[in-house]
């Protein structure tokens, strides 16, 4: 077995104190590790690739609340859309509009996080701040919202070791997430997930306002 369960104890302890969501991340992990670590307490897990997480789904028991933390492809929103708990990498209207679509054919409301992208790297996805308010001004024209829930932001810092320049980062998500809830969701309680931190920079961004961590090799060892 490759889950460190002291690590485990002392990760659900430190975020205890703030209240802070837990998604251990599975991708490319064992039925057998998740199941040991669903069996220690944990209930959300996060996974990247739609394939693996429908194969995974369909072995593991029911509560498991599943997160989707890849790059989604619209044409894959239906295989996902049944069950899944957050979809956490909206960085499109037409994915937006997709999983409503989708949503409404599976008559269940799905909760969504909108990637916005902060860091110094052309690898990674999420739209910027500007794209992201253009699509809440879309968005909110929309007449049939009753199929998604949008529940807050979703955000990945540059692979660096630079702790200022992650930490400014951090920041700059805290402060979209504001911005974002102030002018769109200030009465919706739902709107409360500003996910931030992974198993290099959770202690971070939790200081910079993160109210979910994304953890894996934490848990359950580095991927090869
Ligand atoms: C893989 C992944 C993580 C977890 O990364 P670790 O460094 O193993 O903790 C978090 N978020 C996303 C989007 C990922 O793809």
Same mark, same amino acid.
């Given at each position: 077995?490759?889950?460190? $369960?002291?690590? =485990?104890?002392?990760?659900?302890?430190? %975020?205890?104190?703030?209240?802070?969501? %837990?998604?251990?991340?599975? *991708?490319?992990?064992?039925?057998?590790?998740? /199941?040991? /670590? =669903?069996?220690?307490?944990?209930?959300?897990?996060?996974?990247?690739?739609v394939q693996e997480l429908q194969e995974k789904q369909a072995l593991l028991?029911?509560?498991?609340?599943?997160?989707?933390?890849?790059?989604? $492809?619209?044409?894959?929103?239906?295989?996902?859309?049944?069950f899944v708990h957050l979809i956490q990498g909206v960085d499109s209207l037409k994915l937006l509009q997709t999983i409503q679509k989708e949503g409404k054919k599976a008559g269940r409301k799905i909760n969504c996080l909108l990637q916005v992208f902060v860091a110094q790297e052309e690898t990674k996805?999420? %739209?910027? @701040? @500007?794209? /992201?308010?253009?699509?809440?001004? @879309?968005? *909110?024209?929309?007449?049939?919202?009753?199929?998604?829930?949008?529940?807050g932001i979703m955000g990945m810092a540059s692979f660096t070791e630079n702790q200022e320049q992650l930490r400014s980062e951090f920041r *700059?998500? *805290? %402060?979209i997430f504001d911005a974002?809830?102030?002018? =769109?969701?200030?009465?919706?309680?739902?709107?409360?997930?500003?996910?931030?931190?992974?198993?290099?920079?959770?202690k971070l961004a939790i200081e910079e306002g993160s109210t979910m961590v994304r953890i894996g090799s934490l848990l359950f060892g580095t991927r090869i």
């Open positions: 077995m490759s889950v460190n $369960q002291t690590s =485990y104890r002392s990760i659900i302890t430190e %975020l205890e104190a703030g209240n802070i969501r %837990l998604v251990a991340v599975s *991708k490319m992990k064992t039925i057998a590790d998740i /199941l040991e /670590l =669903y069996n220690a307490g944990q209930l959300d897990f996060g996974e990247n690739y028991p029911s509560d498991i609340r599943w997160h989707f933390i890849g790059h989604l $492809q619209t044409n894959k929103v239906k295989y996902i859309a049944p996805y999420g %739209l910027s @701040e @500007e794209e /992201l308010f253009t699509l809440f001004e @879309e968005w *909110k024209h929309n007449s049939d919202g009753n199929w998604v829930q949008i529940c *700059k998500l *805290k %402060l974002v809830k102030g002018k =769109y969701f200030d009465t919706v309680p739902e709107f409360n997930t500003l996910s931030m931190g992974m198993s290099g920079d959770y």
